[in-house]
């Protein structure tokens, strides 16, 4: 689960890129440090669901959690 957690932390990077945010100016507007935010992006440090679903929602990105098997996973 933790690596889910950390592709979810490079999707955001990469939306802020595609959407020409800094991390710092996304870090305000989410009510989190830089610091924690690049964390995340960088995988140095997980997110909660919770807080996943409301970066993505503040990007007018969709959250979509599922269930697949290991195999499929890996």
């Not at 710092?24 to 924690?36: D, I, L, M, Q």
Request: glycine share 8%; aromatic share 8%.
């Amino acid at each position: 689960m933790e690596m889910t957690f950390h592709r979810m932390g490079a999707l955001i990077g990469k939306a802020l890129d595609e959407d020409c945010i800094t991390q710092a100016e996304f870090a305000r507007a989410v009510g989190v440090s830089p610091k924690h935010l690049n964390q995340v992006i960088t995988g140095k440090a997980i997110a909660s669901a919770g807080q996943l679903e409301y970066w993505a929602y503040a990007l007018e990105r969709s959250w979509t959690v599922g269930l697949v098997s290991r195999e499929v996973a890996s």
